[in-house]
């Protein structure tokens, strides 16, 4: 069964640049689609972004301007860069693996979780 | 941008009752609709997609029906671990958006 796990900072102070790293293991990184979600505390998930494990991207319109999303095969890893920070932007952060069958695509398994805090 | 509603926002329910769980879409999803399950402290998990298909693992007490706009998730008898607030989710349109989740709790 496939798992994955958030690292990176748990502070960023504002206007920095938010980067997280979800490594992937117990199933191969290729051949799949990887998403990023947050939730800010006691509110529903929202969608930043998915990334196919060969770069195409699809992001949130909302923080396209300031979201990046990489991949790297070798290592079994994805990455999100999420720029010019506001406390608006702390929340847990949860990478995830997305399902796929025909056209359709959704979230099938989750990290545990990074909280990322936002404050000077 | 689909509008994901959830009703209602808490639901009190005694061990061993159904519940329902109602997901209203501001525009058609077809069927690309999940549900998901969070308890404190944890990462959703998923219960079921395609409107109706349970994931892995996922118990026959859970089951959804709808299409289109209107989506129900039942619990046909509550159990101490279903406690737990639940999300739905639309994966038809970009941006994917999710619900605001319906906290399931002891009556």
């Known amino acids: 069964q496939v798992q994955l796990q958030e690292s990176g900072p748990g502070l960023v102070k504002p206007s920095e640049t938010l980067s997280l790293t979800c490594t992937v293991s117990?199933?191969?990184?290729?051949?799949?689609?990887w998403s990023w979600i947050r939730q800010p505390a006691g509110k529903g998930p929202e969608w930043i972004g998915h990334?196919?494990?060969?770069?195409?991207?699809n992001y949130n319109p909302s923080l396209k301007s300031r979201v990046t999303m990489s991949v790297d095969t070798s290592k079994s890893q994805f990455s999100l860069r999420l720029s010019s920070v506001t406390a608006a932007d702390t929340a847990i952060y949860f990478c995830?693996?997305?399902?796929?069958?025909?056209?359709?695509?959704?979230?099938?398994?989750w990290g545990p979780g990074t909280l990322v805090i936002v404050s000077s | 941008e689909v509008v994901m509603t959830q009703s209602p926002a808490t639901l009190s329910v005694s061990p061993g009752e159904r519940a329902t769980l109602s997901c209203r879409a501001s525009?058609?999803?077809?069927?690309?609709l999940a549900w998901y399950q969070q308890k404190p402290g944890q990462a959703p998990r998923l219960l079921m997609y395609?409107?109706?298909t349970r994931a892995t693992g996922i118990p026959p007490r859970f089951s959804g029906s709808g299409s289109g706009t209107q989506f129900t998730l039942t619990i046909s008898s509550l159990q101490s671990e279903d406690f737990a607030v639940y999300y739905c989710?639309?994966?038809?349109?970009?941006?994917?958006?999710f619900g605001q989740g319906t906290k399931v709790e002891v009556k």
């Open positions: 995830a693996r997305v399902a796929t069958l025909y056209s359709s695509s959704w979230i099938d398994y």
């Open positions: 117990g199933d191969s990184i290729t051949n799949y689609y």
């Open positions: 990334i196919y494990s060969r770069g195409g991207t």
């Open positions: 525009q058609s999803v077809t069927s690309n």
């Open positions: 395609g409107v109706s």
């Open positions: 989710h639309q994966y038809n349109s970009w941006p994917r958006t």
